[in-house]
């Protein structure tokens, strides 16, 4: 059974960072390409970041571009998204997902999300 575990989340400053984890299990974590994905109050699901399954190619949306950034530990069967010079705007659920085929478009497993709120 596919399994997603986020965790790190929480209340910031705006300006201020936070890295999110993402603990996978019951698949071969190394060959899948992942995501993270976020669901801000009121609003739809944005796609906030990607990586391939080796690590080597990541993208992002211009929303979070050069604050956001995703890397994956293999090893650990581990992805994390480490988020700098948090806004207001980022507050969400944030969710990790399982790509079911090559790239970021047919994500298939979620995990249950963790709550980031920004404010002062």
Do not use: H
Not at 6 to 18: F, I
Not at 40 to 50: F, H, I, M, T
């Amino acid at each position: 059974e596919v399994q997603l575990v986020e965790s790190g989340g929480g209340l910031v400053q705006p300006g201020g960072s936070l890295r999110l984890s993402c603990a996978a299990s019951g698949f071969s974590f190394s060959n899948y390409d992942m995501s993270w994905v976020r669901q801000a109050p009121g609003k739809g699901l944005e796609w906030v970041s990607g990586i391939n399954s080796g690590g080597g190619s990541t993208s992002l949306p211009d929303s979070v571009r050069g604050r956001f950034a995703i890397s994956r530990d293999n090893a650990e069967n581990t992805l994390y998204l480490q988020m700098d010079s948090l806004k207001p705007e980022d507050t969400a659920v944030y969710y990790c997902a399982k790509s079911d085929c090559s790239g970021y478009g047919c994500l298939g497993s979620w995990g249950q999300g963790t709550q980031v709120t920004v404010s002062s």
